[in-house]
């Protein structure tokens, strides 16, 4: 039978009232706002400048080419995110997707790992700041000593920098949500003018041909190094989601959210990737050692000059802050999501949103607080710093395989009736979907999540405790998550899930949610 269009579109709001929520947080964002969501998460200049030192000293140039091979598997699964975001216009989309999939008990335990995964991202984007102030001025440098990030000094001021920060951030995510969307899109903007003068200014002082890209050059084995040279773009090329995330503040969310999740994810990995090459061709050395140390940094300030480098350090820092902002901006929707439902602690203080401001203050503080605990460990140890960067990447690599992997049952099983084309948004317009091609672009992307969770999180005593050798870092990422199954587990058992959860996860499978 002919699928038509509904006749009396609904609206936004209406719309989502047929998954059974009100209309609280402040429907203003538009598609730029959307997009810049999702591309401030990634944030290229953050992540980039934080990791490429990293990723360097492992993989030598060559590391360069484990970006395209991680663009790609992210692009599967965005774009299995893509459908789902169209037919679920809901805040928490990795919870409300997940639990809509499967069962409620697995939908929350995706959202438990996916919130306490964003706020250790918070604290690891706080901590980029190290990366890049001192390099500016050494009076950023508020504890003295050496600035680099492995260093005790380093370590400790960077938790400093990430605190101060965070103030900010917490700030702006309790003031209004027009004021985040506007400090997002001049922030992406700025970001996006600066990466591109980055890329261009690089490449007009190559020092080297492209042919260095194929040079390992880093530690151990070319196979193990470029594994774990892989991990600066596993790190940068996530929360591409947060466009699903905010759906409930943006407009015509069921064609915006699919569009700005894939073109986000597109604009930040060819921007990255470029960055990458860019600076390894403009490197003046790639064996003096300060590459695999202090990073694009170096390059900039070296090849482009004291003043000119210094300016586009300046753009990073501007990134950096936009970056931590909108990654507590996307928790704070998560964790307002599960408490709308009764499925969290002090789920009514949680849920609580400002009719005036449209911003539910109470995650967003709870979210502050918990990054900065996180930031504490620096002060312990300059090995906290990498531990806390893999964590971060394996909870959400996980809590996006409890997405994808429900997805491919249901796809398999026959039941992901949202997956045939024929949908509709509140305006007429098709939905996104990927029609015959989302079984295997599915099955791809589920692999693609799983192989890279064990990748990251193999306890490599020479990448996670290469100083002391100590075993709690070199286990970190596996005992944190441990600590977190474990901790939901607990509460899951002293607390019965409430009524608000079991609904949720009453919601048919494959359900388009038009009225």
Not at 2 to 13: F, I, R
Not at 215 to 238: C, E, H, M, N, P
Not at 433 to 444: E, I, Y
Request: hydrophobic share 55%.
């Amino acid at each position: 039978m002919a699928v038509t269009a509904p006749s009396s579109p609904p609206t936004d709001e209406s719309a989502l009232q047929t998954f059974g929520y009100r209309q609280e947080l402040h429907r203003s964002m538009g598609r730029y706002a959307s997009f810049a969501a999702g591309f401030s998460f990634i944030s290229v200049l953050t992540t980039v400048f934080q990791f490429f030192a990293f990723g360097y000293a492992f993989g030598g140039p060559a590391f360069f080419w484990t970006w395209p091979v991680v663009l790609a598997g992210q692009i599967l699964v965005a774009l299995c995110f893509a459908e789902l975001a169209a037919r679920y216009p809901i805040s928490g989309s990795i919870y409300q997707w997940s639990t809509r999939l499967s069962t409620a008990t697995f939908g929350w335990f995706a959202g438990w790992i996916m919130i306490l995964g964003q706020i250790v991202v918070i604290a690891a984007a706080a901590l980029a700041l190290q990366m890049v102030l001192p390099a500016i001025w050494p009076g950023f440098q508020l504890v003295g000593g050496d600035p680099a990030p492995t260093t005790a000094t380093g370590a400790a001021n960077a938790a400093i920098l990430g605190l101060i920060l965070l103030a900010l951030t917490t700030t702006v995510n309790v003031v209004d949500n027009r004021v985040l969307a506007r400090i997002n899109s001049i922030g992406v903007t700025a970001e996006i003018v600066g990466a591109i003068l980055i890329v261009v200014l690089l490449l007009t002082h190559a020092e080297h041909g492209p042919g260095i890209t194929f040079s390992t050059g880093g530690q151990g084995g070319a196979i193990g190094a470029l594994l774990v040279g892989s991990f600066t773009a596993a790190y940068v090329l996530i929360g591409f989601d947060s466009a699903g995330e905010l759906s409930e503040e943006t407009r015509s969310p069921r064609l915006v959210a699919p569009r700005t999740i894939l073109t986000a994810l597109t604009a930040a990995g060819v921007l990255g990737g470029l960055i990458l090459f860019a600076g390894l061709l403009a490197a003046p050395s790639l064996t003096d050692g300060r590459l695999a140390s202090e990073g694009l940094s170096y390059v900039l300030t070296s090849s482009l000059g004291d003043w000119v480098g210094k300016l586009l350090l300046a753009d990073v820092v501007l990134a950096i802050t936009v970056a931590t902002m909108a990654i507590q901006t996307a928790a704070t929707r998560m964790l307002f999501s599960m408490a709308r439902d009764g499925a969290m602690p002090l789920s009514g203080a949680l849920s609580r949103v400002s009719p005036r401001t449209g911003m539910p203050a109470g995650p967003a503080l709870v979210t502050g607080v918990g990054a900065a605990a996180i930031l504490l460990l620096n002060f312990a140890s300059p090995e906290a710093f990498l531990a806390i960067g893999t964590t971060c990447i394996v909870l959400l690599y996980l809590a996006y395989a409890m997405v994808t992997g429900p997805l491919l049952l249901q796809r398999l099983r026959g039941g992901w009736r949202g997956g045939a084309p024929g949908g509709f948004a509140e305006d007429g317009s098709r939905l996104f979907s990927m029609g015959r091609w989302g079984l295997p672009v599915n099955a791809l992307a589920f692999c693609y999540g799983l192989a890279m969770m064990v990748n990251l999180a193999w306890p490599r005593t020479e990448v996670y405790a290469p100083i002391t050798g100590h075993w709690f870092f070199q286990w970190f990422t596996l005992l944190f998550l441990a600590a977190v199954v474990a901790l939901g587990a607990l509460y899951r058992r002293l607390r019965r899930p409430a009524a608000g959860l079991a609904r949720v996860g009453q919601i048919p499978v494959g359900n388009t949610g038009q009225a």
